[in-house]
């Protein structure tokens, strides 16, 4: 055996010798955050041993490397340690680009990453903010489409609602810089309020996980951070214009940073973007223009042991819907439905005209922390939100011009948390959050209160625990407890609360009749329990199998409980029910990855099991003087949902990448075993992306978008007596539209203006062959087409 | 650590005091724009008994359907003046509706739609524009037979147009209501 052994040594170092041993490794070590070299970073090489440090410019250098692959360790004072596989033949010149270790220098900047690093089994995706620029036109909702098993729930193309894995609305939780965002969420056409100038990455969960921030997270979680401020003495910005052909607008955002090497920091920011109606290949889709104010403020001290942080932040929108979608009846909706061009088509305008709604956001948060020693780190957070949302329908004689819907929705929060690291492999992470909100639906505007005033208290407690069982297994688990406690007074039609029964089974709510109406005072209270429970295991040269329960609890929203009444924008009766119950997911999902520079990908299966799930449907139609309506009425079963998301990317060469993903979801009513509606198609997106750094860092991408046709999905269609023509004919609401293909282009370039300036200009276009298409996810599908080809132009400079 | 503690008093006082305020009960709505009402009454020309038609749906919105009265039967070969009355009955005193509508003149207009009866039905009066408005109709009765008239309110119809299915603009009633001719 030893002579073996000793023969195969022999052999070994023999062909060892006799290859070429003359290669050189050089390079640079990079921040992956802000491009700025790393010095004093250390490359260890295994097996040889070799180290060597980069100098004050990122560079090193390695010699004497054979046609082999060699394992390379490289390590920062403030850096993660990353390990490498490069494989040599011939010299060869690679950039190394490494994470900070931004838990210990920016604490109170960046939970999106302190979350990360605690949700370790949870599937969780990041967009880049060189990624987010280009959608710097857009909105929140068009970069997250650009993620698998992400999609959107629009109405038009300038209010763009996530939906993760299927779900939306209520059942995701946008958390903007650490604050939950309480905007009205629960609607359908209310996107959320937040610049997407402002932020600096976006992660999203997949799943309920974040426990800190919500335990009803159900569909997942959207955590939008400002970019990091260094801890060094400097003054930074950047500007970004871009102007686009369809909508005939732009925008333009601008922020400054401030900071000094004690830790003090300010950031100022603001973003003007104006559009004015948009155009599908053959007509102009009236009333769509878009005109956003945004300002944001942040001043704060980052020091180790303590910090704190002050933000507040505006957001001003004010959002056209497309003209042809405001209905009458059911016989307007058979007209507008059946004719294939929208039935009001006028000149383009920059001018917002009914209907269309007004949406402003306050938010003021301030943050601090503080490490005791033996305790770990105490935060506290308190954040207040101000949501008013104005929505305005075409009306007649002296209430044109008026609001048909005012809420004010303020919101107080105060959280505190603790992190402690009980041992080396054991952190734990606890907190509280109380909330107090009170909502406020203002009767000036003449039009009964679609959302009741109320007052909402939570209470929520939550712990995690993590646990590195050693260098292949990661276990975690976590729990919280919700209460959550509703005291709203609002006003039903008799006629509807003697139907429903709610006068033999609610007397007690009563508080007085007046006229057609009655005034009542809901009391409700939920408890909702939730938990996470997964498991990491690190396979070997980048493979990681992860596994992860979650059960999360959802008390209904105030539309599930209090709807009653004509939805103008949706042309439809909607009914909600008092007596509903919180709904409970359980959601199983496995991630299987590769990271690698060569070929990495991810394959995401996932499981959600949602007990009394609340959805709406329509169960009947309702005659009315102004004519006939479809009523629908939110009903609780039990739905399961399951899917997965594949995202792969592949690396032909140096220079030219291929990006792939692929989602696929599917949801049924298991009570009716009838699939649910409003489930994402099969979509898949291909990109091929080339990059020269060498030649003014220029990139071209071409990217293939594919949308097969739902087909999946209930008949919800009905019936309705037409009296021009004497005859009774279906209302299709439900079908879908046809599969799209849509190709889009990208190409940018960067040149120094000088050491501290850099000039990015862009250009791409959206929808190359001007297909005309229409989303089965578009609340306005049934009446006009979606956008047509449009050309953008960037420019951005970093300062 | 001291200013921790500070921060924390100051923002526990000011949740406090936030949460604390007190509300009235809210006051009730009664939609101006709901139409409760429509009131079609056709007089004979040269005297006889008006007939009336009515839909009535006094919770607007709400789950009851609309109570529909026609007070009896046309006579071949009469003409009839016909004027249409909107009521919001859901305030007291009711508001006329049809006021309003005409002051919008030319934002408004009533079709006629006749299914399986003998009959013919213009509008005889105006929007300030010469277009027909249709609050004031003539209705023409041929000879005996059974059939529907609807009454069709549009909002920002193309005025003007050629009728019902090129009007355009948003329905604001549908009201059809089952007559005889005898």
Redesign the interface.
Known sequence: MRVYTSLLMLFISITAISQNCNNTLSGKVIDLHDNMPLAGASLIVAGTEQMVTTDAEGNFSINNLCDLSYNIQVSHPYCLTKGLTVKLNGNEIKNIYLEHHLEELNEIIVNGLLVNKKLNTIIEKNISEEDLERYNSGSLGDALNSLSGVSSLNTGNTVIKPMINGLHSSRVVVINNGVRMEDQEWGAEHAPNLDINAIGNIAVIKGAGALQYSGNAIGGVIIAEAAKVPVKDSLFGKTLMTAATNGRGGSVSSQLTKSYKNGWYGTAQGTLKRFGDFETPDYVLSNTGIYERNASFRVGLNQFKYGFEALYSVFKNDIGILRASHLGGAEDQFRAINSDRPLIINDFTYNLDEPRQEVTHHLARLKAFKRFNGLGKLSLQYDFQQNNRLEFDVRRGENSGKASLDLALNTHTLMLDLENKLSDALNLKTGMVGRYQDNFANPETDVRRLIPDYDKYDLGIYGIVDYSLNDKWLLEAGARFDYTFIDALKFYRTSFWELRNYDQLFPELVIETEGNQVLTNPELSFGNSSATLGANYFINDGYTLSFNYSLASRAPNPSELFSEGLHHSASRIELGDLRFTSEVAHKFTVNFQRKHEVFSFSVNPYINTINDFMLIEPTGIQQTVRGNFQVWEYRQTNAQLFGVDVDAVYNFTKNILYKHQFSLVKGYDQTRNLPIINMPAVNTQNEIVYQNSKFNNLRLSIQSDFVFRQNEFPDNNFEVFIPETQTTELIDVSTPPDAYHLLNFNASMDFAMNEKSMLTLGFSMTNITNTRYRNYLNRLRYYADDLGRNFLFNIKINY | ?K??QF??AF??T??LL??C?D?D?????????V????TATLTPVGGGTAITLQ????????????VVTVSGNLMAGAVYNGTLVLLNE?L?PAEDITE?VE??SDEHQFFF?I??LDATAVSTNNDGNGNPLGTMFTLTAGAASTG?L?F?LR??PKKPNT???DA?G???????FNLVIQ
Not at chain 2, 55 to 66: F, H, I, S, V, Y
């Open positions: 650590m200013k921790i921060l924390a923002l526990f000011g949740l936030t949460s305020d509300n009960n809210p006051i009730a709505i009664n939609e101006e724009e139409i409760t009402t429509l839909t009535r749906d006094l919770d607007g919105d709400g789950p009851n359907a609309p859901t007291n309003e002051e919008e739609t299914g399986g529907t609807t069709t909002h920002e009728g019902l299915a355009g948003e329905t604001d009633i549908s009201a059809t």
